[in-house]
């Protein structure tokens, strides 16, 4: 039998790839033969990673992206056919919190700013749909073809302080499943949708959340790891697996699922 985790000179387009997670994901699948196609606003960050994993012998192009324009959308679409001639797998990593749309310990939901609310839906499931939207005629024409969409464990079990993004995460997996039987009945069966829900990571936006300046772990961290059976935060790369598996034939009767990577955190009660 074939390798299920052949992953090779599949093209892969990552929304958001310019993004910490988004960053690592993709020099990994470039590492394992993927063609990548980076989509984000910071051209900068993108301009550089292109030329990392290119330096390492992989296949990746940048294109300069807005997940909520669906314009734009359609000429990455237009470039990364010129470039790359098909699209196989769509990773829709784009996505983020703001501050207005959280509930500090000091104040309550009635001081909640509902512009930013909103923009925090906008981001994180339109831009999720409007990608889904312009890509998925492509992914059709593929033999096999695969969506992984990015939710979060705010979307399974609401956090204080999170609502906007818990909202938005959550229609992020409802979209996944209502997508699930939508592309295997309307498209076929060859093209599937699912979910990864990280847990708890370290990373740029969260740090001050959960770290003090020395390093050491706030009341919030120790709330979280309290809570977390494996009793610390994960790793990037420990989502790398779980992507890897959900794009490739290893789980080719695999959608409508939402994969948990978070040390127990969703499972544990006491
Ligand atoms: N980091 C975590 O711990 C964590 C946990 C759970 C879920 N997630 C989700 O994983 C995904 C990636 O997270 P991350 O930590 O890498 O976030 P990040 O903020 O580091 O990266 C997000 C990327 O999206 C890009 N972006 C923002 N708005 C855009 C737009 N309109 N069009 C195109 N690109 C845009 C940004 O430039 C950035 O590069 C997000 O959906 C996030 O909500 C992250």
């Known amino acids: 039998m074939d390798n299920l985790f052949n992953i090779t ?4 387009v990552i929304t958001g790839g310019s993004g910490v997670l988004g960053k690592g994901i993709g020099a990994y ?3 394992q033969g993927a063609k990548i196609a980076i989509l984000d606003r910071n051209e900068e960050v993108g301009q550089k990673q292109i030329e990392a994993m290119n330096a390492k012998g992989g296949d990746a192009a940048f294109f300069l992206s807005d997940v909520m324009n669906q314009e734009i959308l359609e000429q990455n679409k237009a470039a990364i056919l010129a470039r790359f001639g098909q699209i196989d797998v769509l990773l829709n990593a784009a996505g983020g919190n703001m501050p207005g749309a959280t509930i500090p310990p000091d104040k309550t939901f009635l001081d909640l700013n509902i512009d930013d609310f909103k923009k925090v839906v906008d981001l994180n499931l339109f831009g999720t749909v409007l990608p889904t939207k312009v890509f998925v005629p492509e992914l059709a024409k593929q033999k096999k073809a695969s969506i992984v969409n990015f939710s979060s464990e705010s979307a399974l079990r609401p956090l204080t302080r999170v609502v906007g993004y818990g909202c938005a995460k959550a229609a992020v997996t ?3 499943k ?3 039987a939508e592309l295997a009945q309307k498209f076929g069966a060859h093209l599937r949708v699912n979910a990864i829900a990280p847990g708890f990571f370290i990373t740029e936006q969260n740090r001050d959340l959960l770290l003090n300046a ?3 772990h706030t009341e919030r961290s120790k709330t979280i790891l309290a809570h977390t059976p494996f009793g610390r935060f994960g790793e990037a790369d420990e989502l790398y697996g779980t992507i890897h598996y959900l794009i490739s034939d290893a789980s080719s009767f695999v959608t ?3 994969a948990v990577v ?3 955190f969703d499972a544990f009660s006491i």
């Open 178 to 180: 209502y997508m699930a």
């Open 262 to 264: 978070d040390g127990g």
């Open 214 to 216: 020395d390093g050491s």
């Open 9 to 12: 000179g599949k093209v892969v």
């Open 256 to 258: 409508g699922t939402v």
């Open 29 to 31: 699948l470039s590492a």
């Open 174 to 176: 409802n979209f996944t």
